[in-house]
């Protein structure tokens, strides 16, 4: 039987079950727990597991890049602070942050994708790495470090797993969640790090130069590459400490030649100002050659970016522009994303671009690349197939002219662009390595390459108009029959691409890792090689020993200059391979941050100070006092400068007392973050894991540096808000055209607002709690309109509040809240982005317009008559503290405490509706 449109029965049928099974894929899309979509970024597989949350490798769909997506709570007292420092980074070695997005519990990044994993697991699989490696690697993190710093940022947890490799090999420092500027104090207090890599003023809990203690971290990192081991080490971690502050390294003859030890000895000064500065350590004849390049390419970048406008300029950038534009774009729009670190969907979608054009401009390139990869297959081949054919005839001509090739192009960079100078140059000169030093290092980028050809089919060059049509499609949202199908094919794709996709980058790293690991196994690292292995390894080695011994070693003087007269190699660099490998001593680490050691008010000790009194004290005499185990989670326990102050971006150990009050981290929705909500991990060290003591989290967002001060003119608050497809498609969003995952959200000029549910947690209970008593926060800093997002909690009391009041301030957490709150700065600056911004330049200290209180003090507050408006601010400086105003019903300027000792009568107080920006200017 035939339909009135001509089907038969059967083909009915056919179609039924093909709408069907499309229409169970989406339901259980919807319906899964499992996360597959984030953004504009598919989710493929989880790669690893930090403190605070998973990471995951992912696709960016518009562009088919991999990224690395970085998940974390967004009660990690650190996360705002890593966006906030991480975001102002553009440099080769250090991973990029192309986007930022926030859902309702979460805080996503999406970095840099790095397949080569954590140098720590690296060192861990070859156990040491040959000399010039260490050099070249240890070059790139000096650099990372030298540019962080050269941006008035310390980064004070540098380690081993804080330095990722990507698919070339090159060094790129990650994880800045205990970053913080030193351009308005360098002499820092919060005790944070990693206590392996802690240098000896942060274990005496002194006041520290935060440049120097990355310096001495450097030491011991250099050190751990070199010998396989840490330089202090032991399981007793007061024991470690003990040896941090009155111990000399060891310095084996064997493992460690003259100029590395010479330059280990000055990092690790016990000194800090003996300690080098860092262009000085670049300099350094045993980072030579890498280090004078690393050193020259860092200064013309630091020169290029501060002198600004470098973004939009070069060929490539402005051909990309074009293009965009074309595709219907919105150019300017991407400007200001990237011009203002927005980190937004526009963000990414520009920087992952670029990468993928200039990546094709690799590709397309150039003779000399093929000659090198030529080269790198040659080397494989004769590695692999037959290793006796690789003899020093075959290598070394191979290997001079790569070398030459890369260092030439290393050296003849220009610095137009950050890009420009791509790790991968840096990388050829690695080639250098293999003539003087028996490693394969290339043999993993060719495999890399190859792979990204392979694996790549859909990186036509046509891909702006997919990227274009992909934003089409995901504007047009009416356009039904698109749209469902889109949806249908979507899902469709979906399965399609994560069974193309999942398996070819499952195996693309395992297969990636080993050969990394392979190609880098160091000649005397592996002592079960074959004979013909061993053969090749001592003809190469006889050709190390022949060059080495025409160079002279270089001797380090504190005034040497740039060191390129030759490439250092010394007797020792190949003694590697007849010393007794031992297993590394190497443990994996947690960092931890914690303040000043004094004991605090209430009489506890905070965590660090119960592991140093374990045994020992540092000058081995007196012993330790006795412990009381801090009180833990709930927020009413908090009661000490010190606990506090833990979290405390800066080290203001003393912006907050006693009597303040919880932050709004605390008023949050949802069982998902109140497990850990109020009673935050602190990561710590206990000499062998992991070790987390609960912690309470009320310090997570004070902006108080004078660089988040100034970024506040940036539109930290821009980054891009998304919940997943998932939540999106069950119409979790229902206030925007655009919101959630429908990216890129053009022109997003109101972002993020906070959702208010309810929750009957005991954290919830706190959170009313604290709101009751008039802690709501609004602030104009940036920081805590990132993370301080939501409260079920919030709506019940402040409507029990505010109801007092005419209007009700929603807790929008931005400096638009101003205007939202009836703060409506715009009337009167008239240009609403001017407005965010010289509001923000404006602000001398945080500020809320309610002050935070303790209890007692908020519940004196109630029944004020005549207050208008309060605001709570402190000053940028450490150390500083609170203070309160308030503007009477005359529109005079009090203090609260002067309000409070009067203990007047009082009456909730809310920011007054028709209060303008100017006068709450004016009040701060
Ligand atoms: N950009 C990246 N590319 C590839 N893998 C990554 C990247 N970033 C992180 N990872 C992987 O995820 C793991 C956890 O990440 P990370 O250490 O940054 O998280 P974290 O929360 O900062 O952890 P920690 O508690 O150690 O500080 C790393 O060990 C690494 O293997």
Redesign the pocket.
């Known amino acids: 039987m035939v339909n009135p449109v001509g089907s038969s029965k059967v083909e009915q049928n056919n179609i039924k079950s093909i709408i069907g099974s499309s229409y169970n894929r989406l339901y259980s899309q919807f319906t899964s727990d499992e996360l597959t979509e984030v953004g504009n970024y598919k989710i493929l597989k989880q790669?690893?597991?930090?403190?605070?949350?998973k990471?995951y490798?992912a696709l960016h769909r518009p562009t088919h890049r991999k990224v690395?997506l970085?998940t974390?709570d967004k009660n990690d007292p650190n996360i705002v602070r890593e966006v906030f420092y991480h975001r102002q980074f553009d440099f080769p070695y250090i991973?990029k942050l192309y986007e930022v997005i926030v859902t309702e519990s979460k805080v996503w990044m999406a970095?840099?994708?790095?397949?080569g994993?954590?140098l720590y697991?690296h060192l861990l699989s070859l156990h040491r790495i040959s000399l010039l490696e260490c050099g070249e690697l240890f070059a790139q993190i000096s650099g990372a470090v030298y540019y962080a710093h050269s941006m008035h940022c310390v980064h004070r947890?540098l380690k081993l797993?804080?330095i990722?490799l990507d698919k070339n090999g090159n060094a790129?420092l990650?994880?800045f969640?205990f970053t913080r500027e030193c351009m308005t104090k360098t002499t820092l207090e919060t005790v944070c790090g990693t206590t392996v890599y802690m240098a000896p003023e942060l274990i005496g809990r002194k006041t520290y130069d935060g440049f120097k203690i990355d310096t001495w971290s450097l030491g011991v990192i250099l050190y751990t590459l070199i010998t396989g081991s840490l330089p202090f080490d032991d399981d007793d971690e007061a024991k470690t400490k003990w040896k941090i502050v009155n111990e000399e390294p060891k310095y084996d003859p064997k493992l460690i030649p003259d100029d590395a030890k010479d330059l280990i000895s000055r990092l690790l000064a016990k000194n800090p100002g003996e300690r080098p500065s860092l262009p000085q350590v670049l300099r350094h004849p045993f980072l030579q050659p890498y280090g004078s390049v690393v050193l020259d390419q860092t200064e013309k970048i630091l020169c290029r970016q501060r002198s600004g406008g470098i973004q939009f300029k070069s060929k490539l950038e402005r051909r990309l522009l074009k293009r965009l534009k074309q595709s219907g774009i919105d150019t300017q729009a991407v400007k200001q994303s990237i011009l203002k670190r927005k980190c937004d969907s526009l963000s990414g979608l520009w920087l992952l671009l670029l990468a993928q054009e200039k990546k094709q401009e690799n590709c397309k390139c150039p003779k000399r690349s093929r000659s090198v990869l030529s080269v790198k297959k040659v080397i494989e081949n004769a590695t692999h197939n037959d290793i006796n054919k690789t003899s020093d005839d075959i290598l070394k001509p191979a290997l001079e002219l790569s070398r030459a090739t890369s260092l030439s192009k290393m050296l003849n960079k220009g610095s137009d662009m950050v890009t420009s100078m791509t790790p991968i140059s840096a990388k050829k000169s690695k080639d250098s390595a293999k003539v003087l030093h028996p490693t394969f290092s290339k043999i993993p980028s060719q495999r890399a390459y190859s792979h990204s050809i392979v694996n790549s089919p859909r990186k036509s060059n046509n891909f702006l108009q997919k990227v274009s049509s992909f934003f089409k499609s995901k504007k047009n949202p009416n356009n039904s029959s698109n749209s469902n199908s889109s949806i249908y094919t979507g899902v469709g794709e979906d399965s399609v691409a994560s069974s193309k996709g999942v398996p070819a980058s499952g195996p693309f790293l395992v297969k990636k890792t080993s050969s990394f690991q392979k190609s880098r196994t160091d000649v005397g690292a592996d002592s079960s090689k074959t004979n013909s292995k061993e053969s090749l390894k001592k003809k190469v080695a006889c050709t190390i020993a022949l060059s080495s011994g025409a160079n002279v070693a270089l001797k380090y003087s504190k005034t040497s200059g740039n060191s390129m007269e030759g490439v250092k190699e010394t007797p020792e660099l190949f003694s590697n391979e007849h010393v007794r490998i031992e297993e590394p001593r190497l443990k994996r680490f947690?960092?931890s941050i914690s303040s000043e050691i004094s004991r605090t008010s209430t009489g506890n000790y905070d965590s660090e100070s119960v592991e140093n009194s374990r045994s020992i004290s540092f000058d081995g005499k007196v012993s330790p006092p006795p412990i009381r185990t801090r009180p833990l989670s709930e927020i009413s326990q908090i009661s000490n400068d010190t606990y506090i102050s833990e979290y405390s971006t800066d080290g203001n150990n003393s912006s907050f007392k006693i009597s303040d009050t919880a932050k709004p981290s605390y008023i949050r929705k949802g069982s998902e973050t109140t497990s850990q909500y109020s009673a935050s991990s602190e990561?710590m060290t206990n000499g062998y894991g992991r070790k987390f003591v609960r912690r309470d989290l009320s310090i997570i967002s004070t902006a108080s540096s004078a660089s988040e001060r100034s970024s506040r003119t940036d539109s930290f608050y821009d980054i891009t808000t998304a919940t997943p497809a998932i939540t999106t498609g069950n119409g979790s969003n229902r206030n925007s055209n655009f919101k959630e995952s429908v990216l890129p959200r053009f022109g997003t000029q109101r972002p993020w607002t906070g959702k208010r549910t309810y929750t009957t947690s005991r954290h919830g209970k706190n959170a009313r709690r604290s709101s009751k008593r008039g802690i709501f926060k609004i602030s104009s800093s940036n920081t805590d309109s990132i993370i301080q997002e939501v409260s079920s909690s919030e709506e019940e009391d402040h409507n029990i509040l505010y109801n007092k009041r005419a209007g009700l301030p929603k807790p929008v957490l931005q400096t638009k809240g101003l205007t939202e709150n009836g703060l409506d700065e715009h009337d009167e600056e008239g240009d609403d982005e001017a407005g965010d911004d010289e509001y923000a330049v404006h602000t001398d200290g945080e500020f809320s317009i309610k002050p935070q209180f303790s209890d007692d003090v908020i519940d004196k507050q109630r029944g004020l008559a005549n207050v208008k408006a309060v605001a709570t601010k402190r000053s940028l400086s450490e150390g500083s503290n609170w203070s309160s105003s308030y503007l009477d019903s005359d529109g005079n300027r009090q203090r609260v405490s002067s309000m409070l000792e009067d203990d007047r009568d009082s009456t909730a107080y809310a920011p007054d509706k028709n209060m303008s920006g100017k006068e709450l200017k004016r009040l701060l």
């Open positions: 790669i690893g597991e930090g403190s605070f949350g990471v490798l690395c970085k974390s991973t970095l840099e994708y790095c397949p994993k954590e697991d947890d797993e804080n990722l790129k990650t994880d969640g947690k960092s990561k």
